[in-house]
């Protein structure tokens, strides 16, 4: 079994149930928009796909591994873009991705290969020297997206990656991701609450209360409406 699978997941916080027998899959090269309004639980999700929390129901299975049974297996097949930024600031881009790249267990060539190559994947190239501090906010996005690629993922994870940028950003960063996942074949889980981030073609998983209330292709779910106008009625949120 391969891409990304979730199969009746529940998570709580003392009495507060986060998440409720979720279940949902995310084939090989497919972009999943999981789209929901702050406090659906998308957060508490990518913590335990991560493996950040643990929980003894449900089960998670990345790229064929089983994130209890195998969890480094499990995390080696996945790049996260967290919701902050976790980028050493003093660092140049270089530096950032070097010390990841060694984190992996890679070095010399062939860690300046992949390197040079996510960079160029991400038209950071010319960045390369430049302190972290001194980027805004997209240019630090593509670091983090940049940085995620270089162990060779299969699953990318990113949770609400676009929070603060402006729309023009926003856009730029989305079609970025969104290649990598027609052209490269990845994997890609967006996390998000704005319904403009999302394609016509892209599966569609809809969470609210720490519930799946949808899971389709966008188009079909949302038919002749606008996304936010189907995302309104189906939960009583703007998006």
């Given at each position: ?31 999943c ?82 390197i ?35 162990h ?78 189907f ?9």
């Amino acid at each position: 079994m391969t891409g990304l699978h979730v199969e009746k997941l529940s998570y709580r916080y003392g009495a507060k149930q986060a998440l409720k027998q979720v279940s949902f899959g995310v084939s090989p090269g497919q972009f999943c928009a999981l789209l929901g309004p702050n406090g659906a639980g998308k957060s508490t999700l990518f913590s335990l796909l991560t493996r950040l929390f643990t929980t003894p129901d449900g089960q998670i299975t990345i790229a064929g591994h089983d994130l209890r049974r195998e969890p480094r297996k499990a995390l080696a097949k996945i790049g996260v873009v967290f919701q902050q930024s976790t980028l050493d600031l003093d660092l140049t881009v270089h530096r950032n991705l070097t010390y990841f790249a060694a984190l992996h267990g890679l070095s010399g060539r062939e860690a300046a290969k992949r390197i040079d190559a996510a960079l160029d994947r991400l038209n950071m190239s010319e960045r390369r020297h430049e302190r972290a501090r001194d980027l805004n906010g997209g240019h630090r996005r593509r670091t983090e997206i940049a940085r995620c690629l270089i162990h060779d993922p299969a699953v990318l994870l990113l949770d609400e990656p676009t929070v603060g940028l402006d729309a023009a950003t926003r856009r730029a960063i989305t079609d970025h991701v969104h290649d990598l996942s027609e052209n490269d074949g990845l994997t890609v889980l967006w996390a998000t609450h704005l319904a403009d981030e999302v394609r016509d073609t892209d599966q569609l998983v809809v969470l609210h209360h720490g519930e799946i209330l949808a899971n389709n292709s966008c188009a079909a779910l949302r038919g002749n409406q606008a996304l936010a106008d189907f995302f309104l009625d189906l939960t009583g949120a703007e998006a």
